[in-house]
């Protein structure tokens, strides 16, 4: 401290150092620490290792077969994603089928349709662009019989997966979705749906 004074003493005589020179360079070394501190947590993380949620909506073209009447079907559906990024998720999907498929369906059969609401877990993976998928879903399911004779409403389960192909950073393809449902209190015995739908997928944050 002696040979620092008498520096100072010597460029101002007795002169001492502003307050602020004092605390210059203990504030510019915490600045700097503070930024390196911003900058790692501020890097990208790839989704596959991310943590949090993702919430994505999104609609799909449907062909089923359905299992009264061996009746061959179209319809469309609507869905929510809530993936957690750890591979756990869950789904919503509200599916219509109403439009019929010739020369399959001829006859009484064009009164035939069905529409299922469901909630259930998922299990996905990130493979690069691909996330392939598998569910298990139970809801009530809403079938209108031949001729508008009767209608029911009734459980349904329904196991199936796929995978979705990611486009843009927000939009994914839903290349492929397969369910199999299975309608256990049909009137006349379990009744079994299956077909595949395909579409698009949109992220909401």
């Known amino acids: 401290m002696k040979s620092f004074d008498s520096f100072v003493q010597a460029r101002g005589g007795t002169r001492r150092l ?95 349709n069905a529409s299922t609401y469901m909630v259930g877990v998922r299990y996905s993976r990130y493979y690069g662009r691909f996330q392939p998928y598998a569910k298990g879903m139970v809801g009530f399911g809403m079938f209108n019989y031949p001729y508008n004779l009767g209608s029911e409403t009734d459980l349904v389960v329904a196991p199936g997966g796929g995978f979705d192909y990611r486009l843009t950073r927000r939009i994914r393809l839903r290349a492929v979705d397969f369910e199999y449902q299975m309608w256990p209190q049909f009137h006349y015995g379990m009744m079994s749906t299956f077909g595949v739908s395909t579409g698009i997928k949109v992220k909401i944050f």
């Open 18 to 112: 502003r307050p602020w020179r004092g605390a210059f360079l203990p504030v510019v070394l915490l600045a700097g620490c503070l930024g390196l501190g911003r900058t790692a947590p501020a890097q990208t993380v790839p989704d596959a290792d991310a943590g949090g949620a993702r919430l994505s909506v999104g609609g799909t073209a449907s062909a089923f077969d359905l299992g009264y009447g061996q009746v061959k079907i179209l319809g469309a559906s609507a869905f929510v994603d809530a993936d957690t990024l750890r591979h756990f998720g869950f789904e919503g999907e509200a599916r219509w089928l109403q439009f019929h498929v010739a020369p399959w369906n001829k006859g009484p059969a064009a009164d035939e």
